[in-house]
């Protein structure tokens, strides 16, 4: 499951496929009616590969956590009705991840968690999440010792030339008092 390109953004409900990248942010386009839109640096938003669950051990990547819920529900929406109360929606999340934290996942997450789910699965954005291969430590070590045997020579690549440019220096020239007087 990808969700490097799906992303939430505060103050607007749902969530936003990203589509293309600008000179000042990104256009996004809204999951749940199509409409595209602009999102620039003051907004606050979130790549949902980038969100995770508070757990007692460890936290649990967002991935992972919709994963549980896919297979508890067998990849149907979720059987929880999200106007449900607190005590409610932390029985049913236990259920999905036993050791979340209670004390720093409030039910309003949990709501939006089941909200996204919903959302995604809606969209067939939701897959098994796909573990990243590690190598033994032995290659790890020998790609380590070859990169810093042989590090990469640099050249720096003369500026490009165009007609009518003018350089321009750093910062003007002033001629001092005394030069003026003569």
Avoid: C
């Amino acid at each position: 499951m990808d969700l490097s390109k799906i992303m939430a953004i505060s103050g607007k409900g749902g969530l936003f496929k990203i589509v293309s990248q600008t000179k000042g942010g990104l256009i996004v386009e809204s999951l749940t009616d199509g409409k595209k839109m602009p999102v620039f640096a003051t907004h606050r938003s979130s790549v949902l590969e980038d969100i995770s669950m508070f757990t007692y051990t460890e936290d649990i990547p967002l991935k992972d956590v919709l994963w549980s819920i896919h297979q508890k529900e067998e990849g149907k929406k979720a059987s929880i009705d999200l106007k449900a109360d607190g005590k409610q929606l932390f029985d049913y999340f236990e259920s999905v991840l036993p050791d979340f934290d209670r004390d720093r996942v409030y039910p309003s997450d949990v709501k939006k968690v089941l909200q996204w789910y919903n959302m995604l699965l809606e969209h067939e954005l939701i897959s098994e999440p796909v573990e990243e291969e590690q190598q033994p430590e032995g290659q790890e070590e020998a790609s380590a010792d070859k990169k810093e045997e042989k590090p990469k020579a640099t050249k720096k690549k003369a500026a490009p030339k165009v007609a009518g440019s003018v350089k321009k220096s750093a910062a003007p020239k002033t001629t001092s008092s005394k030069t003026q007087k003569k």
